[in-house]
């Protein structure tokens, strides 16, 4: 009898160690990921901008990982093929560079039979924005946007803007412009940015909106002419480049972005596996640099706040294509 309260004790122990036993293998089942690489993929062809920043941002989130990202391009649809394939599988272990395009601005122009972005697809990180900036031809007579607005005035219906297609996001600048300054421009839609850039350098076109890795080195070589960046500040790579808003259009934001997305099969706590990844690989000062030499800011949120702003940034773009009527051909 004198011994009870040390078998007690014993069994209790016993009992608590057998217990941590049957649970542990289940927690550390949940913690232990990803358990081999990751596949990213992007829905557009190599060295495009969204790309260029998934392969600056794969290797810093494998160093959080502790296994290699491995980027796969699945170019077509407007990215809606390698959507389709992320929302398909079923390893656990893929994820996709989601665009503006994908996400806020193809469900308004075309319907997605195989899957809907609105459940099927959970946000993971905004990775960052892609500014777009105001260039023209040389040979237009202006040097700001106040000039170029007065001349567009002046001359109505010819001054045109190109894009690389109906419903992108330089085509909806392209309209957002027109609407907010009350201009009367052409869209001119071209089948990708290389012959757009062709185009405006030869004359063939007035002027467009593009992302400053794509084409800001014809600014610099004299080629084309930059009016204003359409972001909230300067870039720090363009520190002499206005915003629109210190130009005068207070209000114009067509800002695209890039984010990372996950299926809605992946568990929360490893989609909080990837956040925290990726957002630790935007916070290394190599990556800063890089991003922001090309004109990209970086951002890096919560899944949460990243669902809020694509509400948001859907919602934009979706009245700016009703506004403009547009619908792809």
Known sequence: ??????LSRLRLAAAAMLLSALVAPPILAQVHFPSRQVRMLVGFSPGGSNDIIARLVAPGMAEVLGQSVVIENRPGAGGNIAADQMVKSTDGHTVLICTTGSLSILPHLQPYPTF???????????????????????????????????????????????????????HLAGEMFKSQTGIDIVHVPYKGTGQVIADILAGEVSMMFDQPVSSYQYVKAGKLRALAIASMKRLPALPDLPTMAESGLLGFDPLPWTGLCAP??????????LQRALVKALRQPEIIQRLQQDGVEPVGNTPEEFRRFLVGDKRKWGNVIKSAGIRLE
């Open 264 to 273: 809605r099969s992946m568990p929360a706590a490893h989609v909080a596996v």
């Open 1 to 6: 009898m004198s011994y009870s309260p040390l």
């Open 116 to 170: 809907n972005p609105e459940t099927d697809i959970q946000p993971v990180s905004l990775i960052a924005n892609t500014p777009l900036f105001l260039a023209i031809n040389p040979k237009i007579p202006a040097t700001n946007v106040t000039e170029l607005i007065a001349y567009a005035k002046a001359n109505p219906g010819k001054i045109n803007f190109a894009s690389s297609g109906n419903g992108t996001t330089g």
